[in-house]
């Protein structure tokens, strides 16, 4: 466990911490850092969890998870969070399943120029990310015009939206806090039948 502020074992975890930690857990068996480091407030932790989950790993979201994880480690990267980046681009990586392809987005977007890689929606989704990262005040209805002109629903909007802003409070309180991946397993598929938190 790695941060700047005191994180509280299992075994020192009052019957409350004890119940957010349980619902924060992975299949492993761990709590990751992200989670651990709200330990003295259980009840952020418990809220994180269910933002965490209804943003990014919710059955009812259409967008797909490669894009959904690439956006992610796009917001990551703008906002310097190398835990976030970690977690969300190995799980880009292992979604894209091509090496090559997967090389060639990381280098676009840590150039942050998503355009020499993406085109059309993608790239649309990508500016409107670094937008609303990078400049939120700035943001006017064109801006979600233009990714319905690109043929993402409203719903799909909506998803974005909500995967855009859990990273930019999670990447805040990580860098924070100097929340690190020591100890932590990183990524969502670091085996077949992980459901990690990161």
Same mark, same amino acid.
């Given at each position: ?52 989950? #209804? /943003?990014?790993?919710?059955? =009812?979201?259409? !967008?797909? $998870? ?8 796009? @917001? ?46 993608? #790239? /649309?989704?990508?500016?409107? =990310?670094?937008? !609303?990262? $990078? ?8 801006? @979600? ?47 077949? /039948?992980?459901?990690?938190? =990161?």
């Amino acid at each position: 466990m790695s941060a700047w502020i005191s994180m509280i074992d299992d075994e020192n975890a009052d019957s409350d911490l004890l119940e957010a930690l349980a619902m924060a857990r992975t299949p492993h068996g761990t709590v990751d850092n992200v989670m651990r480091v709200h330990s003295h407030r259980p009840n952020t932790m418990r809220g994180h969890v269910i933002l965490y989950r #209804a /943003a990014l790993h919710d059955d =009812a979201n259409t !967008l797909p $998870l490669w894009l959904q994880e690439t956006i992610s480690s796009y @917001v990551s990267l703008l906002n310097d969070c190398a835990y976030s980046f970690a977690n969300h681009w190995a799980n880009a990586r292992h979604l894209i399943d091509d090496d090559q392809r997967a090389d060639a987005i990381e280098q676009a977007l840590r150039l942050d120029l998503p355009d020499m890689v993406f085109e059309g929606a993608e #790239a /649309a989704m990508m500016h409107y =990310a670094h937008k !609303l990262t $990078l400049q939120p005040g700035d943001m006017v209805e064109q801006d @979600v015009v233009q990714l319905r002109e690109a043929g993402f629903d409203d719903g799909q909007i909506l998803e974005a939206n909500q995967i855009i802003g859990y990273f930019n409070y999670v990447n805040r309180c990580l860098n924070g806090l100097g929340v690190t991946t020591d100890g932590d397993i990183v990524g969502f598929y670091k085996d077949s /039948a992980s459901d990690d938190i =990161a």
